[in-house]
């Protein structure tokens, strides 16, 4: 698997029915991710290995899911 790398301010597009750009802070451990909804959303001390699986996974939207989505240490926001 690659190693993390913060993409900074850049969002980075994905191929996902779910999700349409992510973006993470490897120091700050923020993700965000933009849904095909348009709705963006920031998760909190979120690991560089999950980040790393996420943007390897087969399914994006499958890994979202399981790993960030149902998993209740990662608190999240709404961002406008």
């Known amino acids: 698997m690659p190693a993390a790398r913060s993409t900074g301010n ?3 597009p994905v191929e996902s029915e779910m999700l349409e750009y992510v973006r993470y802070d490897e120091k700050a451990r923020h993700f965000d991710a933009i849904f095909h909804t348009g709705e963006k959303y920031r998760y909190f001390n979120v690991p560089p290995f999950e980040f790393e699986g996420l943007m390897s996974a087969e399914s994006i ?3 979202m899911h399981k790993r960030i989505l149902n998993n209740r240490r990662y608190n999240y926001e709404r961002l406008d």
């Open 61 to 63: 939207g499958r890994y």
């Open 10 to 12: 850049k969002w980075i």
